[in-house]
């Protein structure tokens, strides 16, 4: 199994940043696929970064293009996911998750692994 942490949510501004860690234990991450996700209030949980086992591809909803930004070490067994020029309408739960397959897989049902979830909150 894997255990998985995600720290660095707050309540920030608009036009701030933060940086989400997401820390696994258990077993090594290096093989899996990690995916971003959030949940706002009222709404369904969506998927908004992914990232490859090696980190060469990413996937980016179109409300992080060019503004978030996820990246990974294996060695460390962590996952960030850094997010410029925050909006209000980014307020939500931040969840990291696990998939086990080989490509980056857009529903959540192939994320099996989640944690427990930061909260992220953007004042204008």
């Known amino acids: 199994q894997v255990q998985l942490v995600e720290s660095g949510g707050g309540v920030v501004q608009a036009g701030d940043s933060l940086r989400l860690s997401c820390a696994a234990s258990?077993?090594?991450?290096?093989?899996?696929?990690m995916g971003w996700f959030r949940q706002a209030p009222g709404k369904e949980r969506e998927l908004i970064a992914a990232?490859?086992?090696?980190?060469?591809?990413?996937y980016y909803a179109e409300s992080a293009k060019g503004r978030f930004t996820t990246s990974r070490d294996n060695a460390e067994n962590t996952v960030w996911l850094k997010m410029n020029g925050l909006k209000p309408e980014d307020t939500a739960i931040y969840y990291c998750?696990?998939?086990?397959?080989?490509?980056?897989?857009?529903?959540?049902?192939?994320?099996?692994?989640w944690g427990q979830g930061t909260q992220v909150t953007v004042s204008s």
């Open positions: 998750a696990t998939s086990p397959y080989n490509t980056i897989w857009l529903n959540q049902r192939a994320y099996d692994y």
């Open positions: 258990g077993r090594t991450v290096s093989n899996l696929v």
């Open positions: 990232i490859s086992r090696d980190g060469r591809d990413t």
